[in-house]
């Protein structure tokens, strides 16, 4: 049988690529479908969203070859601190603080601007012979046939291939079409996303503000600037979005605090309600999921795009070491070995940020002392202290070759 490619991959946001350009280093041919335009997203002007990457991620952009065309773009996180705290009262006096001097490598992660990091997915995508990149084209049909798996575009065509790769988001059609369930709920929060200019340098520090409402996470970027997510109920959101940048600023500024100087906005505003959802199976005949079609979590520890190259990693490494084996690529055993691998961290790790979330997002007294005593134990314990920093590093666990920085 004469397959079109050996892997179709539906969904060419950074976990997809990623993966086509892993695969491809290997020698299989792989076809990337991306419902959205290939440019829209690596234009010059800042659009205010950023992704804060673990250092096994970037250990990951420096093995497919990406990193060098990143790094300087990309703001080193030094030190992270966590705090509970109010509006206009500041950090309780009990904080957990991540030092990266205490790692056996520097930094604890690094911060990355979408247009960058898109950027150079695209470039590389378009040079590798072994890609094919289809934009404003989506999957619409999948079908099992002997072999492979017959998938039909939105313009008609169809491809055969050995496998498909679900990247297509928390509404994923692959896991829909291949009969994968989800579970999860609604957190009745919303995450506000902005960049912030301010006055004095952040030195590479990021800052958990737990507050009654939700978490405001304040990331650093490159320059006098910090990209913000900020968790607040669903009715608050609502009413804090539809306000002028001037209103927002006002709003924000207590619960920001005053350690940067004075702040102003310095890109678009964005919003999205925050769910988890976490599907039943991770794979189905010919068919496997990667990143936020497998597991859509909390932005709580910024962990959404590390875990999906997670993914990346291990599902890299079953299919270039089956290829080499001379086995199907889709075969129920090539799959499950991924599933094993993968699933049992994710929906840990996913519900663990549930855990935090839910135990953080409230004003509890009870509640309240009792996780600043949790987090001032931790802090005082180094050995503790320090196996949460690897653990939050994705440094943590079997790892695949790729989040070692080594080539599969």
């Known amino acids: 049988m004469t397959h079109d490619s050996d892997i179709l991959i539906a969904g060419g946001g950074l976990n997809g690529p990623a993966l086509a350009l892993a695969l491809a280093q290997s020698g299989l041919t792989v076809t990337v479908v991306d419902a959205a335009p290939a440019r829209a997203r690596a234009e010059d002007d800042f ?8 250092l096994a991620s970037q250990k990951l952009l420096a093995a497919i070859g990406l990193w060098p065309m990143l790094a300087t773009n990309a703001q080193p996180m030094l030190e992270v601190k966590a705090s509970d705290g109010r509006p206009g009262e500041g950090a309780a006096p009990f904080f957990l603080h991540f030092d990266s001097r205490e790692l056996d490598q520097t930094p604890v992660g690094y911060m990355l601007e979408d247009r960058f990091l898109y950027r150079a997915f ?40 050995k496998l498909l790769v679900g990247a297509d ?19 009745g929060q919303t995450a506000l996303v902005a960049a912030i200019e301010h006055e004095l340098p952040h030195q590479g520090i990021a800052q958990q503000f737990f507050m009654p409402n939700g978490p405001l996470a304040i990331l650093p970027l490159p320059g006098n600037r ?42 678009p505003r964005f919003s999205y309600p925050l769910n988890l959802t976490l599907a039943k199976s991770y794979v189905a005949p010919r068919v496997a999921l990667i990143g936020d079609a497998a597991h859509g979590v909390h932005p709580i520890a910024g962990q959404g795009l590390n875990l ?17 084996r001379g086995e199907d690529l889709g075969a129920p055993d090539v799959l499950d070995r991924y599933q094993g691998w993968r699933r049992f961290d994710s929906v840990s790790l996913a519900l663990g940020m549930d855990t935090v979330n ?51």
Do not use: C
């Open 122 to 161: 695209l470039h590389a995508m378009e040079v590798d012979p072994k890609i094919t990149l289809l934009t404003q084209t989506a999957v619409t049909a999948q079908e099992v046939v002997p072999g492979g798996i017959r998938v039909t575009l939105s313009d008609g065509s169809t491809r055969l291939v």
């Open 358 to 408: 839910k135990l953080f997002s409230n004003d509890n007294p009870i509640l309240r002392a009792g996780r600043d005593l949790g987090l001032g134990i931790v802090q005082a314990a180094g050995p503790l202290r320090r196996a949460f920093m690897r653990q939050a590093a994705g440094l943590s666990g079997p790892l695949p070759r790729l989040l070692q920085g080594r080539a599969i």
């Open 47 to 54: 659009d205010g969203r950023a992704y804060a990457l673990a």
């Open 226 to 267: 910090s990209s913000i997510v900020w968790s607040e109920t669903d009715a608050n959101a609502k009413v804090i979005s539809a306000l002028s940048d001037e209103d927002f600023l006002a709003i924000l500024r207590p619960r920001f605090g005053d350690f940067l100087g004075q702040i102003r906005l310095a890109g």
């Open 308 to 324: 999906g190259l997670r993914d990346v990693a291990a599902l890299a490494e079953v299919l270039v070491e089956a290829t080499r």
């Open 169 to 187: 988001g928390r509404r994923s059609g692959v896991a829909e079409r291949a009969g994968i369930t989800r579970e999860g709920w609604g957190y």
